[in-house]
C-alpha cells in the first residue's frame, strides 16, 4: 500500500511540475525536489521488501541493503540538489546547501566502501548529518512559506506537513527504530502508523492538487501599474494601480480626465502618454518592441490582434523579472477569453469602451492573491 500510494504521488507532483513548467521560472522545482526526495525514499522501501522477502542470497542481500542505505542517505541530498537556485538566494544559503550536499554524499561514499560489520557507529553518525540536512530542509520550507500569501501560501504548509507526517511514519516503522523502541501492542501501533501514513499521503495529495505557479520572491513589490490600449484609436480600456493596491474606478464625471492623469503621471518626458507610445510602437515597422526604460522603471510590452483588435498591454514595474513576464502573458490571456465577444464587437461600441472592461480587476485581484 505505502509504494502504492507513494508512487501516486510522486507522479501527481512530477505531473503539476509539468502543468505549470516554464524554463524561466525555476522556483517550481520545489515540486520536483519533493518528488524526487519521495521517490527515492520509496525505492529504498521497495528494495527493503525485496530484500526481506524475497531474496535468499546473503551476500546479494547485503548489496541490496547498501543500496537501500544510499537511497535513504540521499533522498535529502537530491532535495537540496533542486532547491539550489539563485532564485532562492534570499531565504537560504546556497554555499551551506553545497556544504550539506557535500557531506551527505561523503558520508554515502564511506557507508558503502567499509565492510557491514563496522558500520553501526557509522551509521548512527551518518544518520545525525542527515537528520540536520533535514531539519536545514524544514527551514528552508519555513522560511519559502512566509514569502507566499494566500492560496499557495496555504498548499505550501500543507506540503510540508503532510512530508513531515509521512517522512516520520516511515521513521517509526523502519526496522531501526523498531529496534530501540518497546512495544506493547504492536497490532495498534501498525494501525496507527498507517493511519497517519495515509494522513500524510491525502494532506499532500491535496496540497499539490492545483498547485499554483510559484514566482520570485517579492515580485509583486515591482509592480506599478498597468494599461490595456486599444492600438486602433489609442483608447485606453482598462488600467490598474497596483501601487495603491485596487483598481482605480472612475464613474461618468471623472473618469476622462482622470485616465488623462493617470497616463500622464505613468509616461512622463520623453513619453509623455498612451498617443506617444503608440507611435513609438507603431513607427517600428514589423518589429515589436517588448520593452521601454522610463527612468529607474520599465514598461513591459505584449501585444494581440487575436480578435482584430490590436491591443497593447503594457505593464510599468520596477525591475524586469521573469516571473512578471509570465504574470502579463497571464493578463493577456485571460483579457482576451473573458472579453471575447466584446472584443469581436468592440467596434460598436465606440463611447465608454473602459466601463467594458472594470470587471477585469477581479481576475487581477485573485491573481496577486493566489
Known amino acids: 500500500m505505502i509504494i502504492v500510494l507513494g508512487s501516486q504521488l510522486v507522479f501527481y507532483y512530477f505531473y503539476r511540475y509539468y502543468k505549470i513548467k516554464d524554463e524561466k521560472l525555476h522556483l517550481n522545482k520545489f515540486l520536483v525536489a519533493h518528488g524526487t526526495f519521495l521517490l527515492f525514499i520509496l525505492m529504498g522501501i521497495l528494495i527493503t521488501t525485496l530484500n526481506k522477502y524475497v531474496i535468499s542470497s546473503l551476500g546479494f542481500s547485503e548489496i541490496m541493503t547498501k543500496i537501500a542505505y544510499v537511497l535513504f542517505f540521499l533522498s535529502p541530498a537530491i532535495f537540496l540538489y533542486f532547491i539550489n537556485l539563485q532564485e532562492f538566494s534570499n531565504i537560504i544559503n546556497l554555499r551551506w546547501i553545497k556544504y550539506l550536499m557535500s557531506?551527505?554524499?561523503i558520508s554515502v561514499v564511506i557507508l558503502v566502501i567499509i565492510p557491514s560489520t563496522e558500520q553501526m557507529v557509522l551509521f548512527l553518525f551518518f544518520s545525525l548529518i542527515?537528520?540536520?540536512?533535514?531539519?536545514?530542509i524544514l527551514i528552508f520550507q519555513i522560511k519559502l512559506a512566509r514569502f507566499l500569501v494566500s492560496t499557495i501560501k496555504l498548499k505550501t504548509i500543507l506540503i510540508i506537513v503532510g512530508q513531515m507526517i509521512i517522512v516520520l511514519s516511515l521513521i517509526m516503522r523502519s526496522k531501526l527504530t523498531l529496534g530501540f523502541l518497546v512495544i506493547q501492542n504492536e497490532g495498534l501501533f501498525t494501525i496507527i502508523t498507517n493511519l497517519?501514513?495515509?494522513?500524510?499521503f491525502l494532506i499532500t495529495f491535496f496540497a499539490v492538487y492545483n498547485f499554483p505557479v510559484i514566482y520570485?520572491?517579492?515580485?509583486?513589490?515591482?509592480?506599478?501599474?498597468l494599461f490595456i490600449i486599444n492600438q486602433k484609436n489609442a483608447k485606453l480600456l482598462f488600467s490598474y494601480d497596483f501601487s495603491a493596491h485596487q483598481l482605480k474606478f472612475f464613474n461618468e464625471k471623472e473618469k476622462t480626465e482622470e485616465r488623462e492623469e493617470f497616463s500622464k503621471q505613468i509616461f512622463p518626458g520623453g513619453i509623455s502618454g498612451v498617443q506617444e507610445i503608440i507611435s513609438s510602437i507603431t513607427h517600428t515597422g514589423e518589429e515589436k518592441i517588448s520593452k521601454i526604460m522610463q527612468g529607474e522603471d520599465y514598461i513591459l510590452l505584449d501585444y494581440s490582434e487575436i480578435y482584430s483588435v490590436p491591443l497593447i498591454f503594457a505593464l510599468i514595474v520596477k525591475k524586469d523579472l521573469n516571473s512578471i513576464r509570465h504574470f502579463l502573458e497571464s493578463i493577456k490571456f485571460q483579457f482576451e477569453s473573458f472579453f471575447k465577444e466584446i472584443l469581436v464587437n468592440l467596434s460598436q461600441f465606440d463611447k465608454d469602451q473602459e466601463q467594458l472592461f472594470v470587471s477585469f480587476d477581479i481576475f487581477i485581484q485573485n491573481?496577486?492573491?493566489?
Do not use: C, D, P, S
Request: charged share 20%; proline share 0%.
Open 196 to 200: 497517519a501514513l495515509f494522513g500524510g
Open 130 to 136: 542527515v537528520l540536520i540536512v533535514g531539519g536545514y
Open 367 to 370: 491573481f496577486l492573491n493566489q
Open 216 to 225: 520570485e520572491i517579492e515580485w509583486r513589490e515591482q509592480l506599478r501599474k
Open 103 to 105: 557531506m551527505t554524499i
